[in-house]
């Protein structure tokens, strides 16, 4: 057994030959890492979509709860999220890592494995990015470009009145399982297949999948107005798609999908804990309008992506968004989404 | 006059439409701030260029030194300064900022007017990024993009035993101007023109110029055989250079550029600090090589830029680096570059 290296010992060149060992780029990256900039080739008449976002230690993620390999897939996978929400194939990746000089490097290992298993699962390759020191946390800021046709690109404007409301997979995990961790709930090991219900939820809010597959197909497909992915809850990110198309909506509370385990967990709850599934963070499905006359064609494509997804509303014209609960009465959500600013 | 707005009571929606608001997209934005991700559209037959850099509070920066306008500025010149030394043309931003909760609403203005103010002078458009709150200091992530035909793209490999190799503009006056802030110099109020010796060389610290025009027109010429942007000293640079060209070089000491005012600055020195030329950081020059051929064309293309540039040293089929002084011996500079993980 060596012991365990800090990352000071390797020096920004060695860090920089580290993190580029796995990395094999195909012919659309013409220069990857190791030049002043990366240089690579959108297909023919196809448009550039770029998304980033920064991850700071102790804000988005604890370390004592984010293992590296799965901190490392999430970084890159919220970003993907953002361009599979766009309905594009996700092709190239940045990563700059402000990082503590006393950070084990076996963490940054496991780190770039975990980002390059993301990577590899959704035809990404690492072409460039940042490393420097950080006097404080770990600092990960991710971007992600892609590239579509301009005709299947699909944005948060568009959205009709009439049109239904869906969603894909569950709402509610990532953030049942952030409370899990909260209350002190320890990780599993990665253990692959057959996790339990509170490992499910916990692993969804560690291991995010996004629907790249899914937001590809249904851009193909040309049967959806408007799209954007659940990183806030249904009801803040519903919200940016009824803002930016000039729309609302009505929401309907018990058609909100949730998972077995999400069920389950919810015995400990005094009530059953809506704002979990309307204003939870980080689930990372895609929720998307379309014509009610689709909705054949669309749950059948979603199928063919390994996902379910359900209309659970209807657009507006009338500008609100409002859940309706079983019996019709507007339901009133106790908070929406996050504000990072909150004081 | 209005007491004194911390960001955190503008909210994260907020605080995007306020950065958005000063922002005009031309035609090669398709979809700018304000969806899951970016749309653009690279020129017919162009290559896309990418560099990212991330800037941390007390690792890049101090508060105290860097006012917010410079800062601005500062965070996208070096990522312009990047696709400069591809010889591209700087296209796209992105700005991603964790801040402390408390920060001043006017400090955040005045950052986003010095960056676009930087973005305006190099014809780049601000498409997207992300904001969020640190626990610790202010983290700056700016990634720019840029486009140019394959062929005209400069590399670090490519420079030839023969050739000449060039540096343009001075070197180690940022090197030189951060000495002076460490030893207690007061950052001048932005005065504009007329700036005395100190005040340029802390401005040259402060708000360096990305050679951006020189970088295409060099690019355009294809007189150039490699290129680097010098941010770590012409020493590390250099060696970057030779390394992915497989080459050495000799550098003369005493043709290295310095500026009049740091001629003055050195008084105060018991010797002349041939380090900070060497290896002073962030001058954001560029270094290039070039066969001796093309001096006159190379002096009066750079002239046309505003720029000036000149021969410093031979490259070599040997791969060291070494650097001779006056006499002909070599001399042995004290350090190289600057190292982040340093213990």
Same mark, same amino acid.
């Given at each position: 057994?060596?012991?365990?290296?800090?990352?000071?010992?390797?020096? $920004?060149?060695?860090?920089?030959?580290?993190?580029?060992?796995?990395?094999?780029? =195909?012919?659309?990256?013409?220069?990857?890492?190791?030049?002043?900039?990366?240089?690579?080739?959108?297909?023919?008449?196809?448009?550039?979509?770029?998304?980033?976002?920064?991850?700071?230690?102790?804000?988005?993620?604890?370390?004592?709860?984010?293992?590296?390999?799965?901190?490392?897939?999430?970084?890159? +996978?919220?970003?993907?999220?953002?361009?599979?929400?766009?309905?594009?194939? =996700?092709?190239?990746?940045? *990563?700059?890592?402000?990082?503590?000089?006393?950070?084990?490097?076996?963490?940054?290992?496991?780190?770039?494995?975990?980002?390059?298993?993301?990577?590899?699962?959704?035809?990404?390759?690492?072409?460039?990015?940042?490393?420097?020191?950080?006097?404080?946390?770990?600092?990960?800021?991710?971007?992600?470009?892609?590239?579509?046709?301009?005709?299947?690109?699909?944005?948060?404007?568009?959205?009709?009145?009439?049109?239904?409301?869906?969603?894909?997979?569950?709402?509610?995990?990532?953030?049942?399982?952030?409370?899990?961790? $909260?209350?002190?709930?320890?990780?599993?090991?990665?253990?692959?297949?057959?996790?339990?219900?509170?490992?499910?939820?916990?692993?969804?809010?560690?291991?995010?999948?996004?629907?790249?597959?899914?937001?590809?197909?249904?851009?193909?497909?040309?049967?959806?107005?408007?799209?954007?992915?659940?990183?806030?809850?249904?009801?803040?990110?519903?919200?940016?798609?009824?803002?930016?198309?000039?729309?609302? +909506?009505?929401?309907?509370?018990?058609?909100?999908?949730?998972?077995? =385990?999400?069920?389950?967990?919810?015995?400990?709850?005094?009530?059953?804990?809506?704002?979990?599934?309307?204003?939870?963070?980080?689930?990372?499905?895609?929720?998307?309008?379309?014509?009610?006359?689709?909705?054949?064609?669309?749950?059948?494509?979603?199928?063919?992506?390994?996902?379910?997804?359900?209309?659970?509303?209807?657009?507006?014209?009338? =500008?609100?968004?409002?859940? *309706?609960?079983?019996?019709?009465?507007?339901?009133?959500?106790?908070?929406?989404?996050?504000?990072?600013?909150?004081?």
């Amino acid at each position: 057994m060596t012991r365990d290296k800090k990352i000071s010992e390797l020096g $920004e060149f060695g860090l920089i030959s580290r993190i580029a060992a796995g990395v094999f780029a =195909p012919d659309n990256v013409i220069t990857g890492i190791g030049d002043d900039a990366a240089v690579t080739v959108t297909d023919q008449g196809m448009q550039l979509l770029t998304s980033t976002d920064m991850l700071l230690e102790d804000v988005h993620f604890r370390r004592r709860w984010h293992d590296p390999y799965r901190l490392g897939r999430k970084s890159l +996978a919220v970003n993907i999220s953002d361009i599979a929400a766009m309905g594009a194939i =996700p092709r190239w990746a940045l *990563l700059s890592l402000a990082m503590p000089s006393d950070l084990p490097l076996n963490f940054l290992d496991d780190f770039t494995r975990g980002f390059l298993s993301m990577a590899g699962e959704h035809g990404v390759t690492l072409i460039g990015g940042d490393t420097c020191s950080s006097r404080s946390g770990l600092v990960i800021s991710v971007t992600v470009m892609g590239e579509q046709l301009p005709a299947l690109i699909l944005r948060r404007s568009g959205a009709r009145p009439g049109d239904d409301v869906w969603v894909t997979g569950t709402l509610g995990d990532a953030a049942m399982g952030l409370k899990l961790l $909260e209350d002190g709930c320890v990780p599993s090991p990665l253990t692959g297949e057959g996790q339990g219900g509170g490992d499910y939820l916990v692993s969804r809010q560690l291991d995010p999948t996004p629907r790249s597959a899914a937001g590809l197909a249904l851009a193909g497909a040309g049967l959806v107005t408007a799209m954007i992915d659940i990183s806030d809850g249904i009801l803040a990110d519903f919200g940016h798609i009824a803002e930016m198309s000039g729309v609302g +909506a009505t929401l309907r509370l018990n058609d909100l999908p949730v998972s077995v =385990p999400f069920r389950t967990a919810v015995r400990a709850f005094p009530q059953f804990p809506h704002h979990l599934v309307l204003s939870g963070g980080e689930d990372y499905e895609l929720c998307f309008t379309a014509a009610p006359i689709h909705r054949e064609k669309i749950t059948e494509l979603l199928k063919k992506c390994s996902l379910a997804g359900m209309p659970v509303g209807i657009v507006t014209s009338s =500008p609100e968004v409002q859940v *309706l609960d079983a019996d019709g009465a507007s339901f009133l959500p106790k908070k929406q989404g996050f504000n990072h600013f909150a004081p």
